[in-house]
């Protein structure tokens, strides 16, 4: 009973998460809309500078991959801080709404402003780091999930108290990050070049 209880509450927060990601990616598309005029000469103006000055600059591999890891690791980190405090579910909720946002915004921005070539473009920007990033965002999002609702249900508000728990999620933890490196790795070195190609052809 308490197993079917358990998967039934697993079944509502997912269903849950995917309405907040839904929300989201509304709230992305209709800014999208709303502000079109308002940002359709700054997207020329990036086009025409930023864009075009990538294309011809030679990739510093090595560096990107750098600040890549750098910026991923110190999210990572900040997540499952966060997980184990009253602040992780609200945190994990900001994610969803942002991605689906960010994602909802950008795909209808670029559709709008240039068609299939837009939607192309968005698959060549998350490809082949992509693999990677969505099911170690999900694994996050549901693990932390999980881990800050045990540490509430439990009540275990002190460090000492927490560290039982906390080992339990070691081995995933490790696991996850290993994934973000190798995810880090394939934006820098794989990711950044095939992004540079289809913008040769988009532009």
Known sequence: MKRLKLHINQLNNAYLALLILIIGL?????????FRTSYSQQLFLYKERVLVQIIGEEIDYSGLFSYILRKNIKEFLVFWLLSITILGIPYIIYKIVSFGFLTGFFLSVLSMEYGTKGILLVLAYIFPHGLVYLPLALLCLYKGYDLCSTVYRERR???????PII?????IILILFIALIIGSFLEAYL?????????????
């Open 26 to 34: 509304f709230i992305g598309v209709l800014f999208a809309n709303i």
């Open 191 to 203: 990711g950044s070049s095939l992004l540079k190609k289809a913008l040769s052809h988009f532009l």
């Open 157 to 163: 508000y002190s460090m000492g108290s927490i560290k």
């Open 167 to 171: 080992k339990q999620y070691l081995m």
